[in-house]
């Protein structure tokens, strides 16, 4: 716990994949496999080297459609239902659990992600937790300046109009929560170990954010 003086929370930014649901269930793989296939069969890259540039594309750009757009000029909607096109059904299921914890969470909750909003809506319904959600800021609101760019979270923090200290931040991501740090935000890592310097809390899975966060606010006063 850091010491210093924060003004009370308002919001609490949750990321999307992998963070309110678990890595484990294969949802993400199922994703990866459609953008190497879109990497393919829509853009004309040789099977062999898909791998390679998607990889290289998550480093210098965030995100493999961030890289597609830069080189290849390609349709950002048309990539992004390719690639969700996929029976959620088979990965998800409603979850009693988290919606229960988001119940307790007495914040406004923020859905922000890199992917778009009919995802999200699928993702959040097949969970049975879309009510607790005001808003979705989704990568098309963001203009694909997509998380870790720093205009990803400006474009946050104006949208609510409020200061990153009165946010916290959900991600699995932790290179994801390096520009939430550095614009005042505390930042919760689900899910594995980050650099300490952008993280404040590491939980294992996203059930534990409820009671950490239960701590964090009663010793704010809320
Ligand atoms: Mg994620």
Known sequence: MKNRATPSFE???FDLDETLYPRECGLMTAIVERILQ??????GIPADDVLEKKLSYNQQHGTALRGLMHEYQIDPLDYLAFVHDINLADFLGASPPLNQMLYDIPLRKIIFTNADHLHAERVLNI???RPHFEQIIDITNLNYKNKP???AYQYVLDTLGVPGERCIMVEDS????LPAKDMGMTT????GNGPSIAIDYA?????HVGPV?????????H
Do not use: A, C, E, S
């Open 11 to 13: 919001y609490i930014l």
């Open 38 to 43: 879109f990497m393919v069969h829509k853009v």
């Open 127 to 129: 969970l049975q937790v």
């Open 149 to 151: 760019d720093p205009l």
């Open 174 to 177: 932790p290179r994801n929560l």
């Open 188 to 191: 919760v890592l689900v899910g």
């Open 203 to 207: 939980v294992p899975t996203i059930f």
């Open 213 to 221: 966060l239960k701590n964090l606010l009663m010793r704010q006063g």
